[in-house]
């Protein structure tokens, strides 16, 4: 199995940035891609980011493009999510997910079910 530990969160005003990391151990060989996702109080969880664990390739939901980057570093089997230009709207606890499969439609990651392990979260608190 693989284990993830988020940690990086806290309290921001709007416009500033925070960075997520999601640490990898155990077994992370089978890691296929992890992804990052978010649930404010009194909503579903949301997809926010993937990254595809050999290749690096990401993917982002809409509202977060050209202000969330996901990327890894390989020799920690460390992924993180730098958030730039924060908003209220983002405040939500931060999750990330490691999945065993490989998907090659898109739209895969952005389904919980598609993914194995997750981390315990990390709370993003954005303040106007």
């Known amino acids: 199995q693989v284990a993830l530990v988020e940690s990086g969160g806290g309290l921001v005003q709007a416009g500033g940035s925070l960075r997520l990391s999601c640490a990898a151990s155990?077994?992370?060989?089978?890691?296929?891609?992890v992804g990052w996702f978010r649930q404010a109080p009194g909503k579903e969880r949301e997809f926010v980011a993937a990254?595809?664990?050999?290749?690096?390739?990401?993917y982002y939901e809409d509202s977060v493009k050209g202000r969330f980057t996901c990327s890894k570093d390989n020799a920690d089997n460390t992924v993180y999510l730098q958030m730039n230009s924060l908003e209220p709207e983002d405040t939500a606890v931060y999750y990330c997910?490691?999945?065993?499969?490989?998907?090659?439609?898109?739209?895969?990651?952005?389904?919980?079910?598609?993914?194995?392990?997750w981390g315990q979260g990390t709370q993003v608190t954005v303040s106007s």
């Open positions: 990254i595809r664990w050999n290749s690096r390739i990401t």
């Open positions: 155990g077994r992370t060989f089978r890691t296929q891609a």
């Open positions: 997910a490691a999945a065993y499969r490989y998907y090659s439609d898109i739209s895969d990651f952005h389904k919980i079910s598609s993914y194995d392990t």
